[in-house]
């Protein structure tokens, strides 16, 4: 069964600092990661989309990686704003499978 | 409790026909969540519901698409009338306020 971690569970940065997300997953037969972000109270939000066959999605101040073979992904993002604070969540997707991670909570001070 | 219900699980439809998706979510939880999800595209957003009212519809893709939550325990997607684009699985979620959000199995969409 799929499993997926990230890394760390809550972090706290100061504004306009840079930053990394991890996501580790234990099975590489993925369809394909997906990044979310999740304010309270709302829907999910998507971010990136890493197809099976990419390694990497920008998007803005954001950067998605995906390393297969290692079981890997990364989120970057640049020169972070207080409004960045929110959940972060990857998720691996197999068919019509969701594995969520457990999520980030980030908080960028001002 | 036996989680997000969602039916049918597959739907199969011709062009201009009206589809109904229907979704029960956990008792006891006050918010509902309606996604799409294809290969291309990852997993949308399309609307959610805070104690039966519609919050934020901006992920609707357009007028054909309706969501209605007349009571806490049931809801409808409705399309009007389907297009071979609308193929797709919609999953609806629910959450106890801002906690995590239970996914159910998904319906198949296929519309020819």
């Known amino acids: 069964k799929q499993e997926v971690t990230q890394i760390p569970a809550a972090l706290s940065v100061p504004e306009g600092e840079n930053l990394v997300l991890n996501c580790s997953f234990t099975?590489?037969?993925?369809?394909?990661l997906q990044w979310f972000r999740q304010d309270p109270g709302k829907g999910l939000t998507s971010l990136l989309l890493?197809?099976?066959?990419?390694r990497e999605q920008t998007s803005g101040r954001l950067n998605a990686s995906l390393d297969k073979s290692s079981g890997r992904s990364t989120l970057y993002i640049a020169a972070s704003q207080p409004g960045d604070s929110a959940t972060y969540l990857c998720?691996?997707?197999?068919?019509?499978?969701?594995?969520f991670g457990t999520g980030t909570s980030l908080t960028v001070i001002p | 409790d036996a989680g997000v219900i969602q039916s049918p699980r597959h739907e199969v439809t011709e062009m201009g026909q009206e589809v109904t998706l229907r979704c029960k979510p956990i008792?006891?939880?006050?918010?509902l969540f309606w996604y799409r999800q294809t290969m291309m595209r990852g997993l949308e957003l399309l609307i959610y519901?805070?104690?039966?009212?519609?919050?934020?519809d901006s992920g609707m893709p357009e007028d054909r698409f309706s969501a209605k939550m007349p009571n806490a325990s049931f809801s409808t997607l409705k399309i009007q009338p389907s297009e071979p684009r609308d193929s797709a699985v919609y999953f609806c979620?629910?959450?106890?306020?801002?906690?995590?959000?239970?996914f159910g199995p998904g319906t198949r969409l296929t519309v020819l």
């Open positions: 979620a629910s959450s106890q306020g801002a906690d995590t959000q239970y």
């Open positions: 099975d590489s037969a993925i369809y394909n």
């Open positions: 890493i197809q099976s066959s990419q």
């Open positions: 998720a691996v997707i197999g068919g019509n499978q969701f594995y």
């Open positions: 008792s006891g939880h006050d918010y």
């Open positions: 519901f805070n104690n039966n009212v519609p919050i934020d």
